[in-house]
């Protein structure tokens, strides 16, 4: 390749033959219009040699002709490297007048040039473009600065440049040090630039600025960046290569080690791990199936590298067989009076699900007793017998369902284990993944048994209603299997793949309510449900646990602070209004935050929580007493309903007005289909009475009528509404009143029948939460009232109704100027326990009534 160094010394039709001396421009005339050849990718500079490849037709003629010629070329780069063929809009502005050296044409018919790169130009203007590109330039000379600082940039740059030589084994060293000895700044510059990797932007910027100072400083910008990228990527190299002989060094010490210990006739980790393996499956005492599968993969692991992928594959999958309980278990306290004594310290109340739980150990323990008194054995070979139980406590929040599960397993003397489903989407976490995926594992119900050490616990499986169900999984449909009798003393986790025993576990699930359960999850457990608490139940509970627990949590001592019942019971009904205790424990725990600031600040030492202690601390009540009820129902139209929401009961008002129109009929309240269809069949008895009621037949031909019912948020559907519908249309048309605390709740017939509703026991507690004295109810759900407790059925009067027209007799005022109906005596409540009857709840959303 020609010297950097060389110029023209002879003139132009003598410039075939350029020679190897400097250059001196200033003795080279250039013509004003040049033949532009673009170049693609590629910037050449004055004082370089690069070697071209030509393969367009254009640039085959161009070059043809200036061969013929002076063999003077303009090359300007395009600014699109990927255009076939560049106009002279594509083109940068400033390029390099360069000669031809050397000419090359190839068997492929492009042609292989040497180009000198002489002097810097700008284009003026194209005079041609066919057959290719000409154009009027003009001359752009650098300018170069003297002094110490552009020596030192240029000492700089060529330093760098022989760092990065070093680090780049391609680059030859004859090239670094022709580059090292160079003096001029102008020609350090674009030399180093000629041979750098620079994108074509930089290397074009470099191109164009004029002064050498700006050119070095933004080559040395260019060199540092590149410079700090290759020493990052010899680092990453350095490292992934230690990483690599650190392997293979641990392989031949390995191996080594493994001779020794064989000369020696010890042996080797991996003999070491395996013959533990053994020793734990001797010790787990699996079933025969797991048994065997895990002495397979143990004889596998045997055989493997350690440094083989499935190694710790097979690893992790024995880890897992011999660390869950196949014999462990904890032996059952069948002291029934102890187990009693437990369950009542715990809970208040909750009498269904303690004998349930008594009736339990009770049949454990006549089973070890009179287990040799059965030789024979059963001659059912299709079904076995069944040790463990599945509850399902249904509530609403607050009652207890959680820490119930805790309380049983204490009593039983079993260890608890409790997992939340709420969100739950995917199968995967109830039966695991396959081992064909990397990081499998089993599901959440067998990581909990290992983790619990047992295979005998009280197992709670919480908020079992709010399992998500969508094309992304069914967590339900996995859970079959695990709370079947009959199937779960063969589960099959996908990871295990070998069955394990869930027959002694004692599962629980709770659930706020059971119409988001599955129809076929919810027949393999046994319901157990869990009404709100009394208000005499919420004051012992207080006292019993939560005021206890409050001191304690707020630093506070029990002769700091006294609540009074009054106090409690203001609480209870004037700030909280719910199923539970769980709102009741915040504000008593807001009162005890109050009462330890002002201990704190000195303030007082002993506080005596009274109603005006109450209100003191909590602000004003929330919820208003028996005047808020008797306000809302003073004017005709208005009647108080009673309602069942998976939360507890509530009770619902439902308002009626008339005005000018012509049959007009709607109602409003967020409702759903059946309460509307309760709305019209209230609507349509109404009419066919109005008679017999002492109603205007005509009063619908210029009448519009609206019922609403207030909370418009929440949704509301179920048929009990009916009868309180139809005790508002008869209030709002005859201007009758409805009795003060009355409410009611039944299904009607367009006959006038009233007909039975579920939920009582909800109903009838949210009613006494009301303060509500009065019940109307149908005399079918009679029974249903063995459920309430006996202090709710004494402070309240029922009244029991097979028609409409009992309704109106017991709900509504007197007409005026009329004789007063005689009122319908009272039924009182049976004092002997009959058969429980259950009805199931009309709607998840809200049954009102």
Sequence with gaps: MPSVLSRLAKKKEEQDEPQGEPLEVEAVQYPDILPILPLRGVVVYPQTAVPLTVGQPRSIKLID?????????????????????????????????????????????????????????????????????????????????????????ARNARDQFAQIAEMIPSFPEELVASISVLDSPLETAYTIANFQRINLADAQQILELDSTYEKLHKLINLLTRENEVLQLGQKIQNEAREEIEKVQREYFLREQLKAIQKELGEKDEQAVEVEEFRKKIEEAKMSEEADKQARRELDRLSRLPTAAAEYGVIRTYLDWLVSLPWSKQTE?????????????????????????????????????????EFDEPSDDVIHRDREGVILCFVGPPGVGKTSLGRSIARAMGRKFVRISLGGVRDEAEIRGHRRTYIGAMPGRILQALRRVESHNPVFMLDEVDKLVFDFRGDPASALLEVLDPEQNVEFRDHYLEVAFDLSQVMFITTANTLETIPGPLRDRMEII????????????????????????????????????????????????????????????????RKVGTRIAEEKGKFFKITTEAVEEFLDHPIFLGPEELNARISI????????????????????????????????????????????RAALSYVRSRAEELGLDPGFFDETDIHMHVPSGAQPKDGPSAGVTMATALVSLLSGRKVRPQVGMTGEITLRGQVLPIGGV????????????KTIILPKRNEVDLDDVPEEVRKDMKFIFVQTVDEVLDAALEPAKKTKPAAKKKAAKPKAKKTTKTRRTKENAKSDAG
């Design 65 to 153: 002709d200036i061969v013929a010629g002076d063999k003077l070329v303009g090359l300007v780069a395009a600014k699109n490297p990927e255009l076939e063929t560049p106009g002279p809009d594509d083109l940068y502005q400033v390029g390099t007048i360069a000669t031809v050296h050397r000419l090359l044409r190839a068997p492929d018919g492009t042609i292989r040039l040497l180009v000198q790169g002489l002097e810097r130009f700008r284009l003026d203007e194209f005079v041609e473009t066919e057959p290719y590109l000409k154009a009027k330039i003009n001359l752009a000379p650098e300018t170069v600065e003297t002094g110490l600082e552009i020596d030192a940039l």
């Design 332 to 372: 059952d306290n069948l002291d029934i009076f102890h187990a009693r004594e437990i369950l009542d310290k715990d809970h208040y109340g909750l009498e269904d699900v303690k004998e349930r739980i008594l009736e339990f150990l009770a049949i454990r323990k006549l089973r070890l007793v009179r287990q040799g």
């Design 529 to 592: 449900f869990l009404s709100g608490y009394t208000e005499r139940e919420k004051v012992a509970i207080a006292r019993g646990y939560l005021i206890p627990r409050q001191i304690r949590e707020n630093s506070l001592h029990s002769d700091e602070i006294e609540f009074t019942d009054d106090g409690l019971r203001m609480i209870i009904n004037q700030y909280t209004r719910e199923a539970g205790v769980r709102n009741l424990e915040r504000k008593i725990g807001a009162i005890c």
């Design 636 to 679: 005709p139209g208005v009647a108080a309903g009673l309602a069942w929401t998976p939360y507890g009961g509530d009770v619902l008002f439902i308002e009626a007005t008339r005005m000018p129109g012509s049959k007009g009929f709607q109602i409003t309240g967020s409702i759903g289909n059946v309460m509307q269809e309760s709305a």
């Design 761 to 772: 026991k909800e109903k009838v507690l949210a009613a006494h939460r009301f303060c509500l």
